[in-house]
Structures are given as C-alpha cells and as structure tokens.
C-alpha cells in the first residue's frame, strides 16, 4: 500500500499535533458532502426541536439552535453522520482520509463515531476552547482519541 502521506507531513503531526491536508476528499465525496448537509439544513426547517432517528446513546440525530425557525434554519449538529448516509459512511470507511490515518498511527485502527458542527451563517452557536478527554477519559493516554475535518 503506498503512503498517502508524506515523511514531512507526518513529521509534522507529530511535533505540532495536527496536520492540514488539501483534498483530502475527491472534490466529487466534498461535493457530496456539501449536499447531503444541504438536504438536512432545508429538512431541519420542517422541525422545531431535536428530531431524528435517536443515535445508539439516545441522542436525537439532528439538533438545531435556539435561534433555528422554519424561515432561517440553524441546524447546528449531526450526530453519526455516516449510519444514515452513504457519502458520509464512503469517506469514514474507505477514503483517502483514512489512509492518512493509517500513515499516522498504523493500520489497527477503529472507528468509533462521528458529528457534524455546523456553523451557519448567523447562527449563535459558540463552542468554548475545551478537552474531550474530560468526558471520554482513556486508561491509555498515549492513544490518538480524536481526528477532525474540517469541510470548507
């Protein structure tokens, strides 16, 4: 299997502990992407409290802002994208992005969950500077916890 990272860059999330990577979806999986989010914004518009088929932990899938109406949608998450979409469960589970995973921290890996944070234009979420470690505590504390993407 050939690296899809390389020795600089994973040099590099390992002195700063991150990396940005340019494509790291086909720009077909991004444009995919964007519309299924675009599907559940104009969706959320039909709900005016958390609604959705509940995650394994009870949660509802979809949560919207206190400043969310019908005419102004403020979707603010969703919860395990990839059980409910395909291009979602595509890019978790066999996508280049898991390939730079593997270039990181080895090819035993898991995947746990997923969410999405949206920041609409307007919107009023805010998200203080915090640690999950807190919430999600591991015995091992070497282990690699957390991947973010951002999708722009």
Known sequence: MSKALSNEQIDCFWENGYLTVEDAVTSSQLK????EV????EESRNHSEPY???TIDG????DMGTEHTAEK???RRV???SDISPIYYEVMSDSRMVDMVCDLIGKNIKFHHCKINLKCPGGHTVVHYHQDFAFTPHS???VVRHFECSIT
């Open 79 to 81: 919860n395990n994208p």
């Open 32 to 35: 995919k992407l964007k519309a």
């Open 38 to 41: 675009a599907g559940w914004v």
């Open 140 to 142: 091992n504390d070497d």
């Open 52 to 54: 959705g088929q509940p």
């Open 59 to 62: 949660r509802p899938r979809f």
């Open 73 to 75: 949608p403020a979707l």
